[in-house]
């Protein structure tokens, strides 16, 4: 129970860092959306360009990530050693990438249809490289339990991301007009959408600065004959991960290649806005993850106790539910978080939510064939979902436009989700409560249904009636777990 706390611990600290820092990075959607109109496409852009990015940074970090910590727990290894030749191998093959990427640009901005503007490809080329080297870093203040540095850092970078788009999207494009003469030494308005990227690339270098202690005072070594066990470990979480990422990003790589209009670029900005405002399941499963890896692999009592994983599979799914319900119940409000031209892709909302918990709770389910070593299963049950995903937008999209890219993500995680239940349960066995979590999921279904189909004239006694099904939800789960409550006691918690 203590390890559960401790992980609750960890959990918030880096949940409050990522929710913060969601929530100041929402600052940018309306921003983008009111200053890059759905006609001009830009959002499209940027939507397009940092689905090639996020599956750049899974291939470039080639499963590190996990590896160093599970290597780095190792009772015959040395943590020092392991963080020092990850350090090297993912540092060597970054600057490779960036060579080859400035070498070829040309060629590869015009085969993914920048041919008119190479510098968008070869600005986040660099920023994903440097993203990926940092990676480890990052890794490495969580492997030291160090969360609120970890935090701070990504924070940073978020506040000064949002400053400096301010300063590029708003501020100075306001002073141009009076000062062109002035103003124009440090902005040009036909740059236009090319700021977002440039201002990432800005952001992501300074915060290598902060990285001083972790990257020096020790002695740098590459230990071959480790990085040999360590990449026959990562190889398939790297498939696993290239995979993984696919079924977040296929979509967005291939509409504007699949889509039949004229105006994929348009529709594609639509419902990267619109998937926005559904992106508080990403951060609640990025929150857990981020606190669960060094608290599974760690050197504790609890990294092989199958009951503990059931009790953590068991309240991430509540409260995944329950920010379901929530966003749901006031998406009234919450959709002025992009522009009203934007507003046509909100029906993806519910469908895009519930693939990020089935993601979530695929997420959770993995740690049986990490914690055996048979990680190609990961790559097996992610290569059948991502197969799955890409099959429903090649076939439904050219006439379903981006309703069939989210349906298509749902269909993608619940394949891999059940897949990889199923093919746990004889390999690593985890007695999870199969009845309750049914039991809150068919409530949480009830309940969306009412918000769908009860609609009244006022959005007041809207809101009011969603309100009162939400608390009723909570009231359950308090009632059903026995949570303990400031001033009251209860039974122990069930399991």
């Given amino acids: ?138 890794a490495y203040l969580r492997h030291r339990k160090k969360a609120l540095k970890f935090a701070a850092l990504k924070l940073l970078f978020i506040v000064l991301n949002i400053a400096l788009n301010l300063a590029y999207f708003v501020l100075l494009p306001a002073l141009y007009k009076s000062h062109p003469d002035t103003i124009g030494l440090i902005y040009d308005p036909s ?45 398939p979480i790297l498939l696993l991960g290239i995979t993984g990422i696919l079924n977040q990003t296929a979509d967005k790589i291939l509409f504007p290649f699949i889509y039949a209009g004229s105006d994929a670029t348009a529709q594609l900005g639509i419902y990267g806005a619109a998937s926005k405002v559904a992106m508080i399941m990403a951060v609640i499963t990025q929150a857990f993850r981020y606190a669960y890896e060094p608290f599974v692999f760690g050197k504790t009592g609890d990294r092989d106790n199958a009951a503990t994983q059931a009790q953590a599979m068991k309240f991430f799914i509540i409260f995944t539910l329950l920010a379901f319900l929530a966003v749901i119940a006031y998406l009234d409000i919450l959709k002025y978080i992009i522009a009203p031209g934007y507003w046509s892709g909100l029906q993806v909302i519910p469908i895009v939510m519930a693939a990020e918990i089935m993601m979530g709770v695929y997420f959770n389910l993995s740690f049986w064939y990490k914690l055996t070593d048979r990680t190609i299963w990961g790559a097996v049950f992610s290569g059948i979902g991502c197969a799955v995903l890409v099959a429903v937008n090649i076939i439904f999209v050219p006439r379903f436009g981006y309703m069939a890219c989210a349906w298509a993500g749902f269909a993608g995680y619940g394949t891999a989700m059940l897949l990889s239940y199923f093919v746990g349960r004889h390999y690593y066995p985890v007695p999870y409560p199969l009845k309750r979590i049914c039991a809150y999921v068919l409530l949480a279904a009830a309940i969306f249904a009412v918000y769908t189909f009860v609609r009244f004239d006022n959005i007041y006694i809207d809101l009011l009636l969603r309100t009162a099904l939400l608390v009723a939800f909570l009231a359950v789960v308090i009632k059903v777990e026995h949570f303990r409550l400031p001033g009251r006691r209860h039974a122990r918690p069930a399991q």
């Fill in 1 to 138: 129970m203590a390890s559960l706390k401790s992980l609750a611990k960890d959990t918030a600290i880096y949940g409050m860092s990522s929710i913060v820092g969601r929530f100041l990075n929402y600052l940018l959607v309306p921003l983008y959306t009111a200053k890059l109109t759905v006609e001009s496409g830009g959002y499209g852009v940027i939507t397009n360009i940092y689905s090639y990015v996020a599956l750049l940074l899974v291939i470039l970090t080639y499963g590190m990530e996990t590896a160093f910590f599970r290597f780095a727990n190792k009772q015959d290894e040395n943590p020092q050693r392991v963080y020092s030749s990850i350090l090297i191998s993912v540092g060597s093959t970054s600057l490779m990438f960036i060579l080859l990427m400035l070498a070829f640009l040309p060629q590869v901005s015009s085969f993914i249809g920048y041919a008119d503007h190479p510098e968008y490809v070869g600005v986040m080329a660099v920023c994903v490289a440097i993203d990926a080297f940092q990676t480890i870093p990052f």
């Fill in 191 to 235: 740059i236009g959408v090319g700021y977002a990227f440039f201002i990432n690339l800005f952001c992501t270098a300074i915060i290598t600065l902060f990285f001083r202690k972790e990257l020096t005072g020790f002695k740098y070594v590459f230990d071959r004959r480790l990085m040999r066990r360590i990449l026959s470990y990562s190889w």
